[in-house]
């Protein structure tokens, strides 16, 4: 019997695969980064933001204006004393306070120390940043997210600064990462039938991180309930009961924070932020014309405040590109978009319904997320680029490599003026050298010299006065309308020396001060003025300041320190300079007032 030998055909080779299971063809990029992995070149990515931030953390100088209206608490307060109401209106999650305490304790006062915590939250933030965003995108595609997100400027500059918001994106991307694990599908092990073991790290970790971020309530309760809706769906009733368990430990743990700490919410800060930055959060009376407007105003201000993006149209683009990679990712993942994007959604509607502003570093608990979404814009393209499905698909590949260009270099337009520098979300926290120009005045003040700060920089001297050996005088504030007599005489009969008025206003700690008699100002040899140089946020102000203090008073000198003036004068009983014109556009004063402490 004759056996024929045949050659078996070579295999068909397996089309390669994205890891966790996407089909398609690799362009090099791909090839490259799936040779390496993700995460290693996501841990590569990972370190150099980390550096980053310990770069900027080493190097960063005094505090903001918002950093020592928090870290005065510190020194005034015990650990008990962190859970009333806090100097200067501060608010921040009770553990949070009670951890930069024991810092201060430990460590001191420096700058370092209370900078610590935020810098590991931000470093350690990346992580499930990273792990978000290979969730949702391709593995090329997800490297830029996380490069993007740990070289945006805001994010940047808040992990080092003594503020919650650091610790806030970190526990957002965290609990969103493990709202993705515990509503995956259970593994085949019948003991993980209920896949109860997410679902409890889900819960617990929400009862922590309850304690360290105010935005980590809203948080768990969307992905929470949406997590027992998805649950419901499917009938999975024992995975509903674990998330009710779950869900109590994580109520009780709220209750009891918040019987710990009693928060308090002042009166005005609605009505601030709505002015110092318009569309924060929703007008009053809300109607449809109104809301389309506020949208648009919302968007434009998150880009520029949150985002870090300062051109106009750079905004623009930034927004296309996260309204898009939002779609696209509902369009292609469906229920997991809806877990990833719904903290950002719920950060709107808190807005829209004036409860939680959604601007500037408020709104960095969502950022990360956002611009994910908008990597996810050219990932759709990609996709449809590299591997075209079904005819229409093929003939078009040319308009999708076209497009996938064209949301790649949108992204880049939009990010690389800022990628990687550290930008406070507001000109007027740029007080870097705030000791060297208290320390300036401490070296340079005579004897029988009076300083006062303006109400802004007060808090500043509170801090770096002591350490500086600077005692000082009082505040130094502007004053609009009926608050002053526009009189042009030198010294008048209600204290005030042309345009210069003495009074007993409120300190920075909230004590009533003595009024400043005139003739206390003459009698002195020189009156150093401390105040925020801001004339690129608001144009006009230092002209006017001078103009105004000119009537009464010769400026022998004055020094900048960024974004911090320090001025000295010579009052004189006689007005030495003209006085303004009667038709100026008042800026930011009529008068300036001077107040004891």
Known sequence: MTQVLTRSAAPTPEPTRWRHGRPGRLAALTAVARRIGYWRAAAAVIAAGSALRIYHWLSGGSFSQDETSLVISFAHRSLAGLTGRLEYDQMAPIA???????????????????????????CLGLVPVAAVARRLLSGPLALVALGVVAGSPQILYYSTQVKQYSAEVALTALLVLLALRADAKPTPRPEAETGRGRVVMFWATAAVAFWFATTSVFTTMTLGGLLVAFAAWRARWRRVAWHGVGGAVAATSLAFMYLVQR???????????????????????????????????CA??????????????????????VVLGAVALLLRLRRTAVLALAPAVVAYLLAMFRLYPFSARLALWVVP??????????????????RPRGHWARRTRPVAVVLALALAAGLTWAYAPTIGRRLPHNQLTLYERAEEAIRFVAANRAPGDLVYFGYNTSRVAVWYGPRAGLAWDGLFQPVKGRGCARAQGAVTTGG?????????????????????????????PRVWIVIRATERVNPGRLDEFHTIMARSATLLRERRFNWLLVAEYRFTAQPVGPAPAASRRVVEADCYRFSGR
Do not use: N
């Open 96 to 122: 949070w306070l009670w951890a930069e305490k024991l810092a201060y304790m430990v460590a001191g006062p420096s700058e370092q120390s209370l900078r610590f915590l935020p810098l590991v939250a931000g």
């Open 369 to 386: 997320l956002m611009l994910i979404a908008a990597c996810a814009a050219i990932d759709a393209a990609a996709r449809w680029a590299w």
């Open 300 to 321: 434009e201000s998150l880009a520029r405040t949150a985002m870090g993006v300062r051109a106009a149209e750079l905004r623009v683009v930034l927004m296309a590109l």
């Open 496 to 524: 005030r020396i042309s345009g210069v008025e003495a009074t007993g206003e409120e300190t920075g700690a909230g004590q009533p001060g003595p009024a400043v008699k005139p003739e206390k100002l003459v009698a002195a």
């Open 263 to 297: 928060p308090h919410v002042a009166d005005w800060l609605a009505a601030w932020w709505t002015k110092h930055y318009p569309g924060s959060m929703a007008p009053v009376g809300l109607t449809p014309e109104r809301w389309l407007r506020w949208t648009v105003k």
